[in-house]
């Protein structure tokens, strides 16, 4: 086991125990009840257990365990919308009332309580539509600002990390906190198209479509069109990589990301793409047929394939960046 996964499992949580029920004990009781196959299950969480997303309901101590399967985006949850109305017909105390009922020193934020930002009190007595806070974070920084991968593979010279979705183009997109989904290049055509001279990157409001050349890899007088992985409308670019383009090639899967978008149904838009298990695969296809394409320019490699390094076509521009672009950009 990886030091990585050991660190995962660490503060997961999951039932524990768990027995089957009937209709009637859907409606009360302390445990999580989930129906499978017509038959209703009782599921008590591990005395302690965490949740890698806990719920603000949970946290707030309304809710006895729930982990946010909905990237925090609480205005289009289903759970959200359900416990609102218990709460407007009486059934339910609602999440900022029971914020309200704990010690001042206690009353935090809920950007805390969702582990998103370090411990921050109140001040809007979780009144968070007059919050100028809450506004800030959710409109601004959280899109600014990339975050690193929970846990990278590396596949013959080339990272890979879990939980992004991968497009066939060497793209790559990541749901982000609050909703909205975060693009950029990865791995493997950063290393295969070298140091890049610019990006050639759509403005803010654009519309982008699954599949369609969205933007451009700029490198001297050569240009790269590459595939959006998802479509979706623009609302933020990253300026750093319009100053320093090196970013993307030191880190694209954090600070090197494009830009922001959202679009209407996120989960279904990420069907659309690759996850970990035929990413992975893939990855090793793409590194094949790289390096028969390399055989035929420079002749047979040793016989493990070695490492794929940095700036594959500035050490071989015979390679050709336009064949480079066709067969893996897909362009």
């Not at 309901?57 to 609480?74: H, I, L, P, R, T």
């Not at 791995?187 to 990157?201: I, P, R, V, Y």
């Not at 790269?224 to 880190?251: F, H, M, Q, W, Y």
Request: glycine share 12%; proline share 4%; charged share 25%.
């Amino acid at each position: 086991m990886t030091q990585e996964n050991e660190k995962q499992r660490s503060h997961l949580g999951y039932g524990s125990t768990y027995k089957k029920g009937g209709k009637k004990d859907l409606a009360g009781g302390m445990e999580n009840k989930a129906v499978l196959g017509g038959q209703v299950w009782m599921v008590s969480p591990d005395k302690g257990a965490k949740a890698m997303n806990p719920c603000i309901w949970m946290q707030a101590g309304v809710a006895k365990f729930k982990s946010c399967n909905n990237y925090y985006d609480c205005t289009t949850c289903k759970y959200d919308f359900g416990m609102q109305k218990k709460v407007q017909s009486g059934k339910q105390m609602s999440w900022q009332d029971a914020m309200r009922r704990r010690p001042a020193l206690d009353r935090i934020c809920r950007h805390s309580l969702t582990n998103r930002i370090e411990k921050r009190s109140c001040a809007y007595d979780f009144q968070c539509g007059t919050c100028d806070f809450d506004q800030f974070f959710e409109d601004v920084w959280t899109s600014k600002i990339g975050t690193i991968p929970f846990e990278m593979k590396q596949i013959r010279g080339i990272d890979l990390p879990t939980g992004y979705g991968f497009h066939k183009g060497h793209t790559w997109a990541r749901i982000e906190s609050g909703g909205f989904i975060r693009i950029g290049l990865d791995d493997f055509a950063m290393k295969l198209f070298g140091k890049a001279d610019g990006f050639d990157l759509p403005l803010m409001g654009k519309e982008l479509d699954h599949g369609v050349p969205g933007w451009g890899l700029k490198r001297k007088e050569q240009t790269a069109d590459v595939l959006s992985p998802v479509g979706g409308i623009i609302t933020e670019v990253n300026a750093k990589v319009r100053e320093n383009p090196e970013i993307t090639g030191r880190e694209p899967f954090g600070d090197g990301w494009l830009f922001a978008v959202r679009t209407p149904d996120v989960k279904k838009t990420m069907k659309e793409l690759m996850d970990d298990s035929e990413s992975l695969n893939w990855i090793n296809q793409e590194i094949d047929i790289l390096e028969t394409m390399i055989e035929d320019v420079a002749g047979p490699l040793a016989a493990d394939g070695g490492y794929l390094t940095d700036d594959i076509y500035g050490a071989m521009p015979e390679l050709g960046w336009d064949n480079l672009a066709k067969t893996f950009l897909k362009t």
